[in-house]
Structures are given as C-alpha cells and as structure tokens.
Antibody, heavy 117, light 110 residues
C-alpha cells in the first residue's frame, strides 16, 4: 500500500521560503513521477509541479520562478521549496504520485501552510 | 494561458444520471490531453476516479465513466448515490510537461 506523508512548518512568514518534504512508503521513489499540488482554503486544486527520480522536473509556469522540487532517493523522499511567499500561497499542500497520463493515483493527506504577515 | 473549464455546480436526483464536463477556454479537448477525474469530499484528499480519458482507477464503481463528448471531456455518473455528493475536478495535459486542473464542479445529490 503506497502512502505519502507531508511534513514541514505550518506557518511561514511573508517573503520567506516555504519548505515541505514528502516521505513515500510502500513504493520506491525510483519508479513513478511525483507531484506537488495545492489548494487554497475554499478554492480549487492547482498543480505546482512534478519530479522524476532522475531529477527531471516540470513546473507550473505561473510558479516556475519561485519553485524548486528535489528528490532524495536514499530517503525515499521528495521536497518542495517555494520562495518569496505571500498570503496568496496559503493553502493545503498535497504530495502525490503521478504526473503522467496515468493520472495522480496516490495522495498524501495534505498539510495546511499559512503565510503570516 | 488556456483555462480548463468546468461547471461550477450541478445537481442530480438519487438514482439519476449526471454528466460533468471539462473543456478549454480555447480549443477542443481530445484524448491527447489525457483527461483524468478526481472526487474530493470536504477535508479529504482527492481520489482519482478516471485516467487517460476513460480508464477507471482501481476500486472505482463502474457507474463512473469517462469519455469525450463533443469538444469536452466528460464524467458520467449513473445511478447517483448520496455519497457521490462531492467536488469533482478534471485535469488536462497541456504539453511540455504541464498539467492544469479545472476549477471543479460541486455536485449535489437531492
């Protein structure tokens, strides 16, 4: 059974960097593509980007200048960094397995990150 | 930037059939967009229902089906049940490794 768990600070100050890690269990990270997706409170889903275990990435063009997704195969983890955050970045952040035509089949429970001024 | 469009809300009677759609602000959706569909209830992570236009994810009842209808991707729920009341999202592949979610449809069963 594939499980994903997000971890990281639930509160980030405006203009600082949001950092989250996703730990994968029940599957090797050296197989599929792995994504980050977010959902502002009361709003819809937004794809942030994905990474393959080789380190190859693709990002949402609207976030590309601020986003970095990385992978640590030795820990079976992948991570998200989002710089220069504002209140608009307040959201539930999900890590997930997917990023291809096979869809996004497994999701973490999500973690709420609030940006404070 | 192309926007993925969905009906903001829809309602269906218990036992009825409903078709939700996923379109583009410019152009037509085809299988090359690899549409997938997700169901989300409040406070929960989304659950994949359909991928690659019409392939049901493991464990998804066959009353959920996906297709291309005209110039849009479609999710049809046949024999709607009370616990189908959820938000439904589609996501499309735009090329160059870019995926875009639709704004979601809030489905009410009443």
């Amino acid at each position: 059974q594939v499980q994903l768990q997000e971890s990281g600070p639930g509160l980030v100050k405006s203009s600082e960097t949001l950092s989250l890690t996703c730990t994968v269990s029940g599957d090797s990270i050296s197989t599929y593509y792995w994504s980050w997706i977010r959902q502002p409170p009361g709003k819809g889903l937004e794809w942030i980007g994905y990474i393959f275990y080789t380190g190859s990435t693709n990002y949402n063009p609207s976030l590309k200048s601020r986003v970095t997704i990385s992978v640590d195969t030795s820990k079976n983890q992948f991570s998200l960094k989002l710089t220069s955050v504002t209140a608009a970045d307040t959201a539930v952040y999900y890590c997930a397995r997917g990023g291809t035509e096979l869809g996004i089949g497994y999701w973490g429970q999500g973690t709420l990150v609030s940006v404070s001024s | 930037q192309t926007v993925v469009t969905q009906e903001p809300s829809f309602s269906v009677s218990p036992g009825g059939t409903v078709t939700l759609t996923c379109g583009l602000s410019s152009g037509s959706v085809s299988t090359s967009y690899y549409p997938s569909w997700y169901q989300q209830t409040p406070g929960q992570a989304p659950r994949m229902l359909i991928y690659r236009t019409n392939t049901r994810s493991s464990g998804v009842p066959d009353r959920f089906s996906g297709s291309i209808l005209g110039n849009k991707a479609a999710l049809t729920i046949t024999g709607a049940q009370a616990d189908d009341e959820s938000d439904y999202y589609c996501v499309l592949y735009m090329g160059s490794g870019i995926w875009v979610f639709g704004g979601g449809t809030k489905l009410t069963v009443l």
